[in-house]
């Protein structure tokens, strides 16, 4: 697995950000997003050479395209509060929520709207 003993900077966290088109990324210059193309066709070997040069953003990309979590780290790098937890039954971001993503009131087996 992918260790992660790196330090992105929010600006580089939020590039790579707007290169997956998740939340929080902005359009860096043509320069980084070519590189950033690059980043991604690259096969293993000119993928560490391209690390030699570019050793934060590489592992920022490495980071993002390994997973959800990652995104969300880079989301943290950034500075940027990670997508909020919904409830699965009525979309609210008011927790706590279960182990099912479900908030405190779907979870009890009365109706939405029902009168405690
Ligand atoms: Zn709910």
Known sequence: MLSIPITISS?????????????????????????????????????????????????????AGSSQEGIARLQEAGGITATPIRCTRCQGEDGPFTDDCLCEPCARPMPLDGVV
């Open 11 to 63: 600006e580089t966290a939020r590039h790579v950000l707007w290169h997956y088109g998740a939340k929080g990324g902005y359009q860096p210059g043509t320069f980084t997003q070519r590189l950033m193309a690059a980043i991604d066709t690259a096969d293993v070997v000119n993928t560490a050479r391209l690390r030699v040069a570019f050793p934060e953003l590489v592992d920022a990309m490495s980071l």
